[in-house]
């Protein structure tokens, strides 16, 4: 997975939006779909809260967004699995490459996801009142594309072999009685 650029409604000050309009942010959206010369002429989707299509105060911003040709996938917003998926990002995979790189554009990702802290009562989950908007963005997009589980590394627990001449193993047995 690559996160190559984004576009953040957030002013110097941390998690102070800069108060846009639905149709300002789906403009200025369009306007870099249309104009990035690594997206230009490609069908983008976003992948977005399921929020967004809500209807019960009027139109949705899911339907605001499609105005101004800006479109949307409904995101898993399961928190725990969608956690587990960044995390899953995170890590190598069995070739020792990453999982996901994120290019030096995407400033409000490398600010905040590197501060992010756990709910100190649901420890599972991050505390939601720190700045993670891009963090939700991002655990939407893992969900759209879940890696699955690493497989889980058996290692062989080391014993103890009195007839083995492996310093090793000689040096583990004398810091075992040593330790006594």
Same mark, same amino acid.
């Given at each position: $997975?690559?996160?190559?650029? &984004?576009?953040? !409604?957030? +002013? &110097? @000050?941390? %998690? +102070?939006g800069v108060k846009w309009s639905p149709d300002e942010i789906f403009r200025k959206v369009h306007e870099v779909e249309e104009e990035h010369r690594w997206l230009r002429g490609k069908q983008i989707f976003g992948i977005a809260d399921? #929020?967004?299509? /809500?209807? #019960?105060?009027g139109e949705s911003v899911a339907e605001m967004a499609a105005k101004q040709k800006v479109y949307?996938?409904? !995101?898993? %917003?399961?928190r725990m699995n969608g956690w587990m998926q960044c995390h899953y990002r995170l890590r190598f995979d069995e070739n020792g490459l990453p999982n996901f790189?994120?290019?030096? +554009?995407?400033?409000?990702?490398?600010? +905040?996801?590197?501060?992010? @802290?756990? /709910? &100190?009562? @649901?420890? &599972? /989950?991050?505390?939601t009142d720190m700045e993670d908007h891009i963090a939700d963005e991002?655990?939407?997009?893992? $969900?759209?594309?879940?890696l699955s589980p690493p497989a889980a590394i058996q290692s062989k627990p080391k014993t103890y072999d009195p007839l083995s001449i492996d310093s090793d193993t000689r040096y583990d047995h004398y810091d075992f009685y040593r330790n006594l």
């Open positions: $997975m690559y996160r190559i650029l &984004e576009l953040y !409604g957030c +002013t &110097e @000050k941390p %998690n +102070t399921p #929020s967004i299509w /809500d209807v #019960s105060r949307f996938e409904p !995101g898993d %917003n399961h790189y994120c290019f030096n +554009t995407c400033k409000a990702f490398i600010r +905040t996801i590197p501060q992010l @802290k756990y /709910d &100190e009562h @649901k420890v &599972e /989950d991050i505390d991002w655990r939407y997009v893992c $969900m759209a594309r879940p």
